[in-house]
């Protein structure tokens, strides 16, 4: 069984960094494409940042481009996002996901993800 465990969310000050991190546990992580999605109270969960299962490539909102970075450490069975520069309009609950079907092909769509985390708060004050 796949298990996405995340962590790192919390309350900060505009302008200020948080790191997310998402462990997973079951197959191979290299087998995943991972991405990072977000939901804001009252809004659809859009796709935030996502990356290839070598690390080779990663994909961005417009929103967040130049901002957040996406990272994995495939030795340590995880996926990162680092935020900077965060707005209080980043402010919403944070979801890793997994995408286990095909290395070759990325996508951006939430329902083409087969797992995804808990959830973490992020929470941006201005």
């Known amino acids: 069984q796949v298990q996405l465990v995340e962590s790192g969310g919390g309350l900060v000050q505009a302008g200020d960094s948080l790191r997310l991190s998402c462990l997973v546990s079951?197959?191979?992580?290299?087998?995943?494409?991972m991405g990072w999605f977000r939901q804001a109270p009252g809004k659809d969960r859009e796709f935030v940042a996502g990356?290839?299962?070598?690390?080779?490539?990663?994909y961005y909102t417009d929103s967040v481009k130049g901002r957040f970075t996406i990272s994995r450490s495939n030795s340590k069975n995880t996926v990162y996002l680092q935020m900077n520069s965060l707005k209080p309009e980043d402010t919403a609950v944070y979801y890793c996901a997994a995408r286990g079907r095909s290395c070759s092909i990325f996508s951006k769509t939430r329902e083409n993800f087969d797992y995804w985390g808990q959830g973490s708060q992020v929470a941006v004050s201005s």
């Open positions: 990356i290839t299962c070598s690390g080779g490539t990663t």
């Open positions: 079951g197959r191979t992580f290299s087998s995943y494409s």
